[in-house]
Every structure is written in structure tokens, then in C-alpha cells.
């Protein structure tokens, strides 16, 4: 069984620029979620999605984004970054029932200077 | 909307002493509750999950927690502490407007210390 996979592991970018990060869902899992955790904090969800679609969406600004594939894998854009965006995102796959839990990839250290 | 408090960001324990990591929730709905921990550099790894039915969840690792709707609480237990049980430990509850697993809540997390 293959876990939870996300690319890069670490990124540096400038405030203002956009960034993509990917992520594979663990095999046989068609719900990916994402999340964000800043330094000394709890994760914050930002999205999921299923069927291609994003379904549900937490307290972010439409600046967050991002796409599901056919092979349910997936990917998060952040455009016009901001300092605050510095954090550990967090990809989370899961089957639809509404009581499957996350399984959560390693995540992706984002720093923005 | 729901909410999750983790009581002590920092809680230090003997190696082989009870571990309890105290949880307490609001939500408006019946939740789904959960223990995640996550060691350094890492993502968040499942411990244990109450959904319906017994109250009492064991998960891996010795871990046990108890959902106890009257204290609306689910305190997270071990009875013998490991040195390897030094982490971060986040509890989440389910959202009350979707009632998915997907959509947690986190608290900020307790920091888990194992003192030799």
C-alpha cells in the first residue's frame, strides 16, 4: 500500500510570486484534502476535493486553489504570496464516507521572504 | 461553529509513567473525534478515531482515548510511557455543517516530552 506522497519536501520563494505544490493520494483513496499549519499551530483545513471538484472549502482566500486529477492525485496554487503563507501544507487523502479518516502525506515546508 | 482545546501545550512525563493528554470539544452536532501525532519533520499519523458506538477507542501504540459527551471531552491516555511516544499530539473534531472526517478542527497541539 502506498501512503501519501508530496513534492517538494522544502521551497523558498519571494512575496508576490506563485507556488505549486503536488501531491499523490494513498492507493485506492479518491479524496484529497489540504491543509496548512503554521509554525506552534494545529493544521488549518484549506480545501478538499472529489470528482475533480473542490467540495468544501475553509477560511482562505480565492488565491488558494487547486486541482484534482483522474488518478486522483492533486495539487495546491498559491498566487501573490504573502509572508503569512510561510507555514507546512499538509495533503490528506481519504475515501468519500464521511467517517474515513485523513491520512496525511509528510508535507511541504513552504517559506516565503 | 466547533472548537477544540488542548489543556497544556507542553506536558513531561517519566518513561514508564501514565500518559494523559486532555482534549475537550464543542460542536452542535454528535462529532467525530480523533488523536493525531506528529513527529519532527513529519506529517500527521493516525493514532485513534471515536465515530459511533463504543466509547472507549483503543488505537496503535498502547494509546487509548474515552469520549465522554457529559465533560465533552476526549482525553487521550498510555499507560506506561516509551521514549519513542515523545512527539506532538494534535486532537480534531469533525465539522459541524459537513459532519465529514475530512474537515477537522485541530486544537494547537500538546507537546509530548519522555523524560529518562
Known amino acids: 500500500e502506498t501512503g501519501v506522497t508530496q513534492s517538494p519536501t522544502h521551497l523558498i520563494k519571494t512575496r508576490g510570486q506563485q507556488v505549486t505544490l503536488r501531491c499523490s493520494s494513498q492507493?485506492?483513496?479518491?479524496?484529497v484534502s489540504w491543509y496548512q499549519q503554521a509554525l506552534g499551530q494545529g493544521p488549518q483545513f484549506i480545501f478538499q476535493y472529489y470528482r475533480e471538484e473542490e467540495n468544501g472549502r475553509g477560511n482562505f482566500p480565492p488565491r488558494f486553489s487547486g486541482l484534482q486529477f483522474p488518478n486522483y492525485s492533486s495539487e495546491l496554487n498559491v498566487n501573490a504570496l504573502e509572508l503569512d503563507d510561510s507555514a507546512l501544507y499538509l495533503c490528506a487523502s481519504s475515501f468519500w464516507q464521511t467517517n474515513s479518516p485523513l491520512h496525511f502525506g509528510n508535507g511541504t515546508r513552504l517559506t516565503v521572504t | 461553529a466547533q472548537s477544540v482545546t488542548q489543556l497544556g501545550s507542553h506536558v513531561s512525563v517519566s518513561e514508564g509513567a501514565l500518559v494523559l493528554l486532555r482534549c475537550n470539544y464543542s460542536s452542535s452536532v454528535p462529532p467525530y473525534l480523533f488523536w493525531y501525532v506528529q513527529y519532527p519533520n513529519q506529517g500527521l499519523q493516525l493514532l485513534l478515531k471515536?465515530?459511533?458506538?463504543?466509547?472507549l477507542v483503543k488505537g496503535i501504540n498502547g494509546f487509548e482515548a474515552e469520549f465522554k459527551k457529559s465533560e465533552t471531552s476526549f482525553h487521550l491516555t498510555k499507560p506506561s510511557a516509551h521514549m519513542s511516544d515523545a512527539a506532538e499530539y494534535f486532537c480534531?473534531?469533525?465539522?459541524?455543517?459537513?459532519?465529514?472526517?475530512?474537515?477537522?478542527?485541530f486544537g494547537s497541539g500538546t507537546q509530548l516530552t519522555v523524560l529518562p
Open positions: 480534531a473534531v469533525s465539522d459541524e455543517s459537513s459532519g465529514s472526517a475530512r474537515q477537522l478542527t
Open positions: 492507493s485506492g483513496h479518491n479524496t
Open positions: 471515536y465515530t459511533t458506538g463504543a466509547t
